[in-house]
């Protein structure tokens, strides 16, 4: 097993462990990696999921370049396909997903991290896509997801030069949301999950699905999905929950 997972409470801390290979990624490493995702949102018990890689030199330094020295045609759209079969899965989760990007994270490394919903990122960190190195370009939706979060202009750059950058710019063009210490990464995580658990599951889920929706979605559609959902929350018991213990000035108990 390459990929293992640890509970702490409601949250599950999900660890590439291949550190000898800077966790680098296989099609059996993905497909192991996208049925422990899916087992995890589909756990009630689990309301946050923290991805990580073993080690503190690489979060998922990408895919196994030699494996994919031997591709053809056939075996790359495959290849591509599984990837973004496990972003996709990870970006449209129901619960929270956060990376903790402790070193290096590029090409497909980049790209899981892309997929989470928050990123924090050890002061070692390392983002980049340098697919046009190697002749290739992003296949795991860098190309889809780094314009959206960083804007098409820095997302042209990033991608054309395929030039790495640090945890410091990374969080200056909004790559991340936090830069911590190698040393409180997980703990700094496990604080937002915390202040994430503290909140009504459904109005978290409802809200990731919004969000997500926005980037592909003229504005008037999205607010008119956006106040459909707003009400219809007010039919459900953690919202009852919610707004009475507000005002009873209580912790809501979801």
């Known amino acids: 097993m390459q990929i293992e997972t ?18 680098a990624m296989n099609k059996n490493i993905i497909v192991e990696f996208i049925d422990e995702i899916e087992k995890l949102i589909s756990n009630g018990d689990i309301k946050v999921i923290i991805i990580t890689g073993a080690g503190d030199k690489a979060f998922i330094a990408g895919a196994d370049i030699k494996l994919m020295q031997k591709m053809n045609k056939a075996d790359a759209y495959e290849f591509a396909k599984y990837g973004h079969r496990l972003t996709n899965i990870i970006e449209t989760s129901s619960k929270p997903v956060i990376a903790a990007v402790n070193g290096f994270a590029l090409g497909g490394g980049c790209e899981v ?6 990123r924090i990122a050890s002061e070692n ?4 896509q340098p697919e046009v190195k190697i002749g290739l370009l992003p296949g795991w939706g860098g190309t889809q997801r780094l314009p959206r979060v960083v804007g098409k202009g820095l997302a042209n750059e990033l ?5 790495n950058i640090k945890s410091q710019e990374a969080l200056d063009i909004g790559l991340v949301n936090k830069v911590s210490s190698k040393e409180e990464l997980i703990s700094s995580c496990l604080d937002i999950a915390k202040l994430i658990i503290k909140n009504s599951p459904n109005a978290i ?3 990731i699905k919004l ?29 009852k929950e919610g707004l009475t213990a507000f ?6 108990k979801y």
Do not use: M
């Open 113 to 118: 991290a892309l997929a989470c919903h928050i």
């Open 211 to 239: 969000i997500n929706l926005s980037s592909g979605t003229k504005l008037n559609k999205g607010l008119s999905v956006e106040a459909k959902k707003f009400s219809e929350l007010f039919e459900t018991k953690e919202t």
């Open 125 to 128: 960190a390392v983002f980049g």
């Open 205 to 207: 889920s409802e809200s």
């Open 6 to 23: 640890k509970i702490d409470n409601d949250i599950a801390i999900v660890i590439v462990n291949r550190p000898e290979s800077l966790n």
């Open 159 to 163: 991608i054309l030069t395929g030039r």
């Open 247 to 252: 005002v009873e000035k209580r912790s809501p």
